[in-house]
């Protein structure tokens, strides 16, 4: 049966879009029926409306905590019965009782190899850092900041004339694969969670640009 993903954003949604694409042509056997944000002017909303997609914004600043923020859009959500609910450039902290009304349904992408470089601005982290490597990571979200179980990851080289900009865009090619590829096989079922580990049944391992156990993207 067609799993139902709630995907939260913030801005520019262009990893909403690579897994709306991704529903669309049918290599993603699910549907989203809402993309929640919470900003007013985040262009991933007008993304979704080109998709029919139902779309909500609510406002933060009408709520005094970020936790009754939380629970405000928890009930929200749960009306909508997601599988999963997929974070794709939210950039606000999840509180505990967000994580743990959808808990092990939760997933995000973050622009690095976690565990390196989390939190914020992590591609200018790696830059500064000297990394030679960087990537970007599909993981479970926990109570811990991009922390969660490992669902794939993609290796991006960086190269010695690169800027931020031109590193995130090298590094965003590859989450429009990744992010797509988890959340297929999530829907599919395949994804077993055991403590840290997650393992993908029938998955072939390897590294990434050329990752063989990229199947479809
Ligand atoms: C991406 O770099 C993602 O890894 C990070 O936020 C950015 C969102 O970009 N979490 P977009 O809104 O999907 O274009």
Redesign the pocket.
Known sequence: MSKNLVVL?????????AILEAIKSGKINAKVSLVLSNKKDAK?LEIAKEYGIKTKFIDPSFFETRRGYDIYIAELIKKENPDFVV?????RILSDEFIDAFEGKIV????SLVPAFQGKS?QRQALDYGSLITG?SVHFVTKELDNGPVIVQAVVPVLPEDTEESL?NR??EF?HKIYPQAIKWLVEDRVVVSGRKVIVKDAKYGTLPVNPSLEDF
């Open positions: 954003i913030s801005g520019r949604g262009s990893n909403l879009k991933g974070l794709a450039g939210y950039m995000n992408i973050h622009p992590a970007c995130s590094i965003l989450e």
